[in-house]
């Protein structure tokens, strides 16, 4: 018997000590014994009716008892009537008049009632203490004694009440643990469905990132790569895909700040240098205090596309000394493209990030056009 089937056999004893004295409410005393469901010892319980109250003991049985009851734990179920006196578990103190407030013990007819919820187990024991009279079942004054007929009827009644009732408990316990189980296994299969498409998520995003920092690295001309701790932590923060995009581009933004770097370069995206941006970060604008490099690279990208829109407004020839000369602190052609030249990477990562700004640089400024050719050559030799 496996150890779902011992505990219940343990709860159904208690079960069953419970239900002997709603069944005759006339019993006066009820001891039980059987297995516990851990130890396997033998395991006792008493009940008792008095004049005040109705009290329930369990008991330790001594190895003596186990092994005097263990015969009749053995006999198959039935019931058999039996003298008080006679009881292996009887004491002196049991049989005093003071304790059960009722006639001497010796008076008393106990019927046995042996059960077995398995065959190959020992079975459990309900010794049921009767008064000799009918009063027993209610009858107020039927001092009249049983009969054997009458006591063979009440036997009969008890055991197929005993086998009736633990029948529904094994029932109803084997119904509540079959739920158990199939609700466990449905609860086990949406856990593990959740955690494969949670896998599968993950592995998108993975996939995600990869593809988006190759498509970037071939529209500005480097070799971008991701630590796997960086992929993760990405993901982790990340809810949406625009939040994801403005991180990775954010963070290569901050790296070039940081560093200077060449077309064709390898540009590795570590943990330390990730930078996460928020799901409603709105586009940053050019500043007119410069604070650090790359704010400095926006607002030359300004000056020039101010003083190119004014210059082809005032219908001259759009060359790096007429765009110099008509910035409102004015430049020589030599200076614009040095400071093109020294701020390459970060103007290639920025046309990226922003594609919309600048047109007119962008698409007419010879210096300009001049970075982005560079760039597609580099690309076309690499591929």
């Given at each position: 018997?496996?150890?779902?089937?011992?505990?219940?056999?343990?709860?159904?004893?208690?079960?069953?000590?419970?239900?002997?004295?709603?069944?005759?409410?006339?019993?006066?005393?009820?001891?039980?014994?059987?297995?516990?469901?851990?130890?396997?010892?033998?395991?006792?319980?008493?009940?008792?009716?008095?004049?005040?109250?109705?009290?329930?003991?369990?008991?330790?049985?001594?190895?003596?008892?186990?092994?005097?009851?263990?015969?009749?734990?053995?006999?198959?179920?039935?019931?058999?009537?039996?003298?008080?006196?006679?009881?292996?578990?009887?004491?002196?103190?049991?049989?005093?008049?003071?304790?059960?407030?009722?006639?001497?013990?010796?008076?008393?007819?106990?019927?046995?009632?042996?059960?077995?919820?398995?065959?190959?187990?020992?079975?459990?024991?309900?010794?049921?203490?009767?008064?000799?009279?009918?009063?027993?079942?209610?009858?107020?004054?039927?001092?009249?004694?049983?009969?054997?007929?009458?006591?063979?009827?009440?036997?009969?009644?008890?055991?197929?009440?005993?086998?009736?009732?633990?029948?529904?408990y094994q029932k109803q316990k084997n119904t509540f643990r079959q739920f158990k189980k199939q609700t466990q296994s449905v609860l086990k299969s949406m856990h593990e469905q959740q955690k494969a498409q949670m896998h599968e998520i993950k592995q998108w995003k993975n996939d995600w990132i990869e593809h988006y920092l190759f498509e970037l690295g071939e529209r500005n001309g480097f070799n971008y790569v991701i630590q796997e701790s960086c992929k993760e932590s990405l993901i982790q923060h990340c809810k949406t895909i625009r939040q994801l995009k403005q991180s990775i581009e954010k963070s290569l933004v901050y790296i070039c700040e940081l560093f200077e770097f060449t077309a064709g370069d390898t540009i590795e995206l570590e943990l330390a240098y990730l930078q996460f941006s928020e799901i409603e970060t709105p586009r940053p604008e050019s500043s007119n205090t410069p604070q650090n490099r790359l704010s400095k690279t926006m607002l030359l990208l300004d000056r020039l596309e101010q003083s190119a829109q004014s210059t082809l407004n005032a219908g001259q020839n759009l060359t790096s000394a007429q765009v110099g000369q008509n910035m409102e602190k004015a430049i020589s052609a030599p200076a614009i493209s040095d400071a093109l030249k020294k701020n390459r990477a970060r103007i290639l990562q920025l046309f990226s990030q922003y594609p919309d700004r600048w047109n007119c640089i962008r698409h007419q400024f010879k210096p300009i056009m001049n970075l982005k050719e560079k760039n597609t050559t580099y690309l076309s030799a690499t591929s």
């Open positions: 018997m496996n150890s779902n089937q011992k505990h219940m056999q343990s709860n159904a004893a208690i079960h069953m000590m419970q239900q002997w004295p709603v069944f005759m409410e006339g019993i006066d005393r009820i001891v039980g014994f059987w297995s516990d469901d851990k130890s396997q010892k033998l395991q006792g319980m008493e009940w008792l009716r008095n004049s005040l109250s109705q009290q329930s003991t369990s008991f330790e049985t001594s190895s003596d008892l186990s092994k005097t009851l263990q015969v009749t734990r053995e006999a198959a179920g039935g019931f058999q009537w039996l003298n008080a006196e006679t009881l292996p578990f009887q004491s002196s103190s049991k049989t005093s008049i003071g304790q059960l407030d009722l006639f001497s013990e010796a008076q008393y007819l106990v019927l046995l009632i042996r059960i077995k919820l398995e065959q190959n187990t020992l079975g459990d024991l309900y010794y049921l203490f009767f008064r000799n009279d009918k009063s027993n079942f209610g009858i107020n004054g039927a001092q009249e004694a049983f009969s054997t007929s009458e006591k063979a009827i009440i036997g009969r009644l008890a055991f197929q009440f005993a086998n009736t009732n633990l029948s529904l």
